[in-house]
Protein backbone atom coordinates (compact mmCIF):
# COMPACT_ATOMS: atom_id res chain seq x y z
CA UNK A 1 0.00 0.00 0.00
CA UNK A 2 1.38 3.49 -0.64
CA UNK A 3 -0.24 6.32 0.86
CA UNK A 4 -0.45 10.01 -0.72
CA UNK A 5 -0.14 13.46 1.04
CA UNK A 6 -0.57 15.98 -0.83
CA UNK A 7 -0.14 19.78 0.51
CA UNK A 8 0.85 23.53 -0.48
CA UNK A 9 -2.64 24.58 -1.76
CA UNK A 10 -4.29 28.18 -0.86
CA UNK A 11 -5.73 31.07 -1.94
CA UNK A 12 -3.45 32.84 -4.75
CA UNK A 13 -4.17 36.23 -6.88
CA UNK A 14 -3.91 35.39 -10.55
CA UNK A 15 -0.62 35.45 -11.97
CA UNK A 16 0.54 33.88 -8.92
CA UNK A 17 2.65 30.68 -7.98
CA UNK A 18 2.29 27.83 -5.74
CA UNK A 19 4.14 24.56 -5.54
CA UNK A 20 2.31 21.91 -4.48
CA UNK A 21 4.25 18.70 -2.99
CA UNK A 22 3.07 15.16 -2.95
CA UNK A 23 4.58 12.66 -0.12
CA UNK A 24 4.35 8.98 0.37
CA UNK A 25 4.62 6.24 2.83
CA UNK A 26 3.96 3.24 3.04
CA UNK A 27 6.29 2.11 -0.05
CA UNK A 28 9.13 3.74 -2.02
CA UNK A 29 8.24 5.61 -5.14
CA UNK A 30 11.12 4.93 -6.97
CA UNK A 31 9.26 2.15 -9.11
CA UNK A 32 5.93 4.38 -9.78
CA UNK A 33 5.05 6.53 -12.11
CA UNK A 34 3.42 9.73 -10.91
CA UNK A 35 0.91 12.00 -11.73
CA UNK A 36 -1.14 15.08 -10.51
CA UNK A 37 -4.58 15.77 -11.63
CA UNK A 38 -7.51 18.02 -10.56
CA UNK A 39 -11.30 18.43 -10.05
CA UNK A 40 -13.28 21.89 -10.46
CA UNK A 41 -16.60 21.97 -8.56
CA UNK A 42 -18.87 19.95 -11.09
CA UNK A 43 -16.37 18.56 -13.63
CA UNK A 44 -14.81 15.70 -14.14
CA UNK A 45 -11.21 15.02 -12.91
CA UNK A 46 -8.60 15.64 -15.03
CA UNK A 47 -5.10 15.31 -15.81
CA UNK A 48 -2.63 18.01 -15.31
CA UNK A 49 0.71 16.61 -15.39
CA UNK A 50 2.79 12.71 -15.03
CA UNK A 51 6.36 11.97 -15.02
CA UNK A 52 8.01 8.57 -15.26
CA UNK A 53 9.62 6.53 -12.43
CA UNK A 54 12.90 8.01 -12.40
CA UNK A 55 12.20 11.85 -13.97
CA UNK A 56 13.08 10.94 -17.31
CA UNK A 57 9.98 12.12 -19.34
CA UNK A 58 7.07 14.06 -18.56
CA UNK A 59 3.55 14.71 -19.85
CA UNK A 60 1.46 17.62 -19.31
CA UNK A 61 -2.11 18.64 -19.91
CA UNK A 62 -2.28 21.78 -22.60
CA UNK A 63 -3.57 23.82 -20.13
CA UNK A 64 -0.41 22.86 -17.91
CA UNK A 65 2.35 23.58 -20.62
CA UNK A 66 4.60 26.50 -20.34
CA UNK A 67 3.01 26.95 -16.69
CA UNK A 68 3.39 23.80 -14.69
CA UNK A 69 6.17 22.11 -13.58
CA UNK A 70 6.26 18.41 -12.35
CA UNK A 71 9.64 17.27 -10.61
CA UNK A 72 10.32 14.19 -8.84
CA UNK A 73 12.73 13.75 -5.53
CA UNK A 74 12.44 9.81 -5.23
CA UNK A 75 15.14 9.96 -1.65
CA UNK A 76 12.31 11.82 -0.16
CA UNK A 77 9.69 10.09 -1.96
CA UNK A 78 7.91 13.27 -2.92
CA UNK A 79 6.64 14.18 -5.94
CA UNK A 80 6.09 18.07 -6.75
CA UNK A 81 4.18 20.44 -9.12
CA UNK A 82 5.04 23.96 -9.60
CA UNK A 83 2.63 26.22 -10.74
CA UNK A 84 3.37 29.78 -12.26
CA UNK A 85 1.10 32.05 -13.84
CA UNK A 86 -2.07 31.10 -12.35
CA UNK A 87 -5.56 31.42 -13.63
CA UNK A 88 -8.80 31.27 -12.14
CA UNK A 89 -9.62 28.75 -14.15
CA UNK A 90 -7.07 26.80 -12.03
CA UNK A 91 -9.01 26.55 -9.23
CA UNK A 92 -9.86 23.00 -8.44
CA UNK A 93 -8.91 20.14 -6.10
CA UNK A 94 -5.77 18.85 -6.90
CA UNK A 95 -4.76 15.27 -6.05
CA UNK A 96 -1.81 13.56 -6.85
CA UNK A 97 -1.49 9.87 -7.98
CA UNK A 98 0.74 6.94 -8.05
CA UNK A 99 0.70 4.27 -11.30
CA UNK A 100 2.94 0.73 -10.69
CA UNK A 101 2.99 0.59 -14.84
CA UNK A 102 4.09 3.25 -17.24
CA UNK A 103 2.84 6.89 -16.99
CA UNK A 104 -0.76 7.62 -18.54
CA UNK A 105 -2.95 10.31 -18.09
CA UNK A 106 -5.63 8.22 -17.39
CA UNK A 107 -7.33 8.38 -14.08
CA UNK A 108 -8.41 4.77 -14.21
CA UNK A 109 -5.01 3.62 -14.46
CA UNK A 110 -3.67 5.18 -11.40
CA UNK A 111 -3.57 2.30 -8.27
CA UNK A 112 -3.15 5.29 -5.74
CA UNK A 113 -4.49 8.58 -4.37
CA UNK A 114 -4.07 11.18 -2.22
CA UNK A 115 -6.96 13.24 -0.69
CA UNK A 116 -6.56 16.58 -2.32
CA UNK A 117 -5.55 20.11 -2.06
CA UNK A 118 -7.55 22.88 -2.75
CA UNK A 119 -5.67 25.66 -5.29
CA UNK A 120 -8.09 28.85 -5.54
CA UNK A 121 -6.68 31.32 -7.88
CA UNK A 122 -8.46 34.62 -7.43
CA UNK A 123 -9.31 37.19 -10.17
Known amino acids: QVQLVESGGGLVQAGGSLRLSCVAS????????MGWFRQAPGEEREFVAGISWNGGRVHYADSAKGRFTISRDNAKNTVYLQMTRLKPDDTAVYYCAAEQETLTTRALEYDYWGQGTQVTVSS
Open 26 to 33: GRTLSTYA
